[in-house]
């Protein structure tokens, strides 16, 4: 079992930056893919970034594509997902996930990921 723990969220003004955490609970650095997805108030849980296995890949939505970083630390199992100049429309829940894969691609699903974290909340005012 892989048990993502998300990390980081807060309130924020529009401009700022923050940087969210996921510690998954056993060591993911060869097998698993990871992502972060997020689920704003009233709407369906939507992809955010993903990265393969080993670091050398990676894929963001159209809405956060050169605002978010994600990156992942295999010694520390850990990924990260950098958040600069937030937005209003960037207030949600962010989830990590993590499926089993040593592809290069990654999945944009939800229902691709087999184990999710409870959450961590961004607020962004303006």
């Known amino acids: 079992q892989v048990r993502p723990v998300e990390s980081g969220g807060g309130v924020v003004q529009a401009g700022d930056s923050l940087r969210l955490s996921c510690a998954t609970s056993?060591?993911?650095?060869?097998?698993?893919?990871l992502a972060w997805f997020r689920q704003g108030p009233g709407k369906e849980r939507e992809f955010v970034a993903a990265?393969?296995?080993?670091?050398?890949?990676?894929e963001y939505s159209g809405s956060v594509e050169g605002r978010f970083t994600i990156s992942r630390d295999n010694i520390e199992n850990t990924v990260y997902l950098q958040m600069n100049n937030l937005k209003p429309e960037d207030t949600a829940d962010y989830y990590c996930?993590?499926?089993?894969?040593?592809?290069?691609?990654?999945?944009?699903?939800?229902?691709?990921?087999?184990?999710w974290g409870h959450g961590t909340q961004v607020t962004v005012s303006s």
């Open positions: 990265v393969n296995w080993n670091g050398a890949h990676a």
């Open positions: 056993r060591q993911t650095g060869k097998n698993y893919a």
């Open positions: 996930a993590a499926r089993f894969s040593r592809s290069l691609a990654v999945a944009k699903s939800p229902e691709s990921y087999d184990f």
